[in-house]
């Protein structure tokens, strides 16, 4: 599932591509993709201008100049494809945004995954159930140590847990521990708040872990648009994420693979203590 990393690479390559661009027709191909009927669906963005692409978490937010948004989730298997018929991926698509630049904005494998038309009231309720952005500059290493300390259960759990912290899922979580080399499974009671103990070197892997996947444009499969190299390029960066068996790259220790509140995790239990 795209994380915060895949969509912050998709808000910053889209932003200088879509905003001031007005979208000129939609297709719907499957209505329980999106929150309307089709009609009323179109009616509201058609003619519309692309004010501004926000993210918060794993949202994406196509603001639009009407004061209503667009409010995507990709969840399992959801991606975009910026371009024309001729160079999309041969994938069926849910959506289809064609915009006044020529080119059309294609919504693939959104099965779970959705398209919302919204207005501010709405959209701002649906954000305002998200935990702080763990790369906002105001969520400090006092605020990550407050979380922890408020929290019951295990490391793995709370940091996907969209609730207390918003943003990261399986294999940013699994990349963080390893980062940290503190081990995913471990209770949250049992780990030492301290800025040299384990929430220090948690937090620091958190930031730096999430901060490359972006540089490096997150683990997408598919690039956004023909031409582009930036989409995808972390997807061999992973070193612990569905490793499972393979040596691990700071000890040699075999990467375990295990389940966890019936989530898959990655870990070396070699290393990570
Ligand atoms: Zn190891």
Redesign the pocket.
């Given at each position: 599932m795209p994380e915060l990393p895949e969509m912050e690479t998709y808000r910053q390559l889209l932003t200088p591509r879509l905003v001031g661009q007005t979208i000129r027709a939609v297709r719907i191909h499957r209505e329980k993709s999106v929150n309307l009927p089709a009609g009323q669906f179109a009616q509201g963005i058609l003619g519309v201008r692309i004010a501004a692409i926000d993210r918060r978490a794993k949202y994406l937010l196509f603001r639009l100049e009407t004061g209503q948004a667009l409010l995507l989730h990709l969840m399992l298997g959801g991606l975009m494809f910026l371009g024309s018929e001729e160079d999309r991926p041969d994938r069926n698509t849910q959506v289809e945004l064609d915009l006044s630049g020529g080119q059309t904005l294609y919504f693939i494998g959104l099965r779970l995954g959705y398209l919302h038309l919204l207005d501010e009231r709405q959209y701002l309720a649906v954000l305002a159930k998200l935990g702080p952005e763990p790369l906002a500059p105001d969520f400090t290493l006092e605020r990550f140590e407050q979380l922890l300390s408020g929290t019951r259960g295990t490391l793995k759990t709370t940091l996907v847990n969209q609730q207390k912290l918003s943003g990261i899922g399986n294999c940013y979580a699994d990349e963080i521990c390893f980062e940290a080399a503190i081990l995913p499974t471990r209770p949250l009671a049992s780990l030492s708040l301290q800025p040299a103990g384990d929430s220090g070197r948690l937090y620091s892997a958190m930031r730096a872990v999430l901060m490359e996947a972006i540089r490096q444009g997150g683990y997408m499969e598919q690039p956004l648009f023909a031409g582009d190299h930036l989409t995808g390029g972390y997807n061999d960066h992973c070193l612990v994420y569905d490793r499972g068996g393979e040596p691990?790259v700071?000890?040699g220790?075999a990467i375990i693979q295990a389940e966890l509140s019936s989530r898959k995790v990655f870990y070396?239990a070699?290393?990570?203590h």
């Open positions: 691990c700071r000890c220790g070396c070699q290393c990570q």
